[in-house]
């Protein structure tokens, strides 16, 4: 299984544009990825226009054929414009 949360600062003015674009892509995984486990952004509570996307593939395949998928490369690149700078990925193992 791979688990991450990625963090992220949205350029001001976009957040709207940020979350239509979000929600469109969890809908679009949820419908279309039987392998992608866990699919859900959240605004972050302390920290003006920060966001976070938690992802849970069933393995490193599935994430990559996300990142191959037709709606992510149609989603995904406007969603990246709204970003202030990148992203930061924090990768979570299980305790089993």
Do not use: W
Not at 5 to 10: E, G, H, S
Not at 23 to 42: G, I, K, Q
Not at 53 to 75: G, M, N, Y
Request: proline share 5%; with cysteine; net charge negative.
């Amino acid at each position: 299984m791979m688990t991450f949360i990625a963090r992220m600062k949205i350029k001001p003015g976009r957040e709207e544009e940020f979350v239509a674009l979000a929600r469109r892509l969890t809908a679009a995984v949820h419908a279309n990825e039987p392998d992608t486990l866990r699919y859900e952004f959240f605004k972050l509570r302390d920290e003006p226009l920060g966001y976070a996307v938690l992802e849970q593939f069933t393995d490193e395949a599935a994430e990559e054929a996300h990142r191959d998928t037709p709606h992510f490369h149609e989603i995904a690149p406007d969603l990246i414009e709204c970003l202030d700078g990148g992203y930061e990925r924090e990768f979570l193992d299980s305790l089993d």
